[in-house]
């Protein structure tokens, strides 16, 4: 069976999008309730993880980040005892007013939503840096909060997709489709697929109409494999996000990883 990477190959249908863009909706009404007193589905939230870098299938999660009033990071941090725990149950109680049939919980930094039909939601309250990074919570280790800068990591990610005529999204979906239908009994996170990608691309791209390859048919998931054989298999090596430069954790993600890499060459 062919399995290197296809122009366009997994394309999430206008149904599918349709009832995500319905559900965003509906959780941004409750979340903006709740915590800035307003009806609007649109306003403080957007799109982030593989949904919003532009790199989901249809069987990714959707996060949604959801940024919240100065004021609430004020009420919450001045709780003693891991007022971040207390902050994603206020989420939770909020979402549930919209969903309360759904299986909504609290875990670690996200609150989750599982709908019967297997969609997935992750909610990720935050509060809006000067820089234009967020601080959201994190429950673990008695609670603390950490950063995250999406939009440059979306605004990175659209900048070499648009330089590879679209090779690069079009990796990433492609990974994450074998990832899911051939090894998902083991884990590989989409910021690390992505920030593989990323740098493993180097200037390969899609040829334009008329335009006539040198390379023989497989070369390209050849340079993949070979970039992460140089990068990741005597050791670890740091692997950064595009845009926001963050580090990103790899360790549980590099053994998929490999065996994916090594199923489409």
Not at 183 to 205: E, M, P, Q
Request: glycine share 8%; proline share 3%; hydrophobic share 35%.
């Amino acid at each position: 069976m062919e399995m290197s990477v296809k122009k366009r190959g997994e394309v999430i249908s206008s149904e599918i999008r349709s009832l995500i863009s319905k559900r965003y909706c509906a959780v941004t009404a409750a979340m903006n309730r709740e915590f800035w007193g307003t009806s609007s589905d649109r306003q403080n939230s957007i799109y982030v993880g593989s949904y919003g870098r532009g790199t989901a299938i249809d069987t990714s999660d959707i996060d949604i980040l959801m940024t919240l009033p100065e004021s609430s990071y004020n009420q919450f941090n001045s709780v003693y005892g891991n007022g971040q725990s207390r902050l994603l149950q206020a989420v939770r109680q909020a979402i549930l007013s919209t969903y309360p049939r759904s299986d909504v919980r609290a875990d670690g930094q996200v609150v989750k939503i599982s709908f019967s039909d297997g969609m997935y939601f992750e909610i990720l309250p935050a509060f809006k840096n000067w820089d234009g990074s967020y601080r959201y919570p994190d429950t673990n280790m008695g609670g603390n909060w950490r950063s995250t800068n999406p939009k440059a990591e979306q605004d990175a990610m659209k900048r070499k997709n648009a330089g590879s005529n679209g090779l690069l999204f079009d990796t990433c979906k492609h990974l994450r489709f074998i990832r899911d239908n051939y090894f998902k009994s083991y884990h590989l996170s989409g910021i690390v697929i992505d920030s593989f990608v990323y740098h493993a691309i180097g200037d390969w791209r899609w040829l334009l109409d008329g335009e006539v390859s040198s390379s023989p048919i497989g070369t390209y998931e050849k340079i993949l494999l070979e970039y992460f054989n140089q990068h990741f298999m005597w050791g670890v090596m740091p692997l950064y996000a595009p845009g926001s430069n963050q580090k990103v954790s790899i360790e549980s993600s590099v053994e998929c990883l490999s065996k994916i890499l090594h199923y489409i060459v």
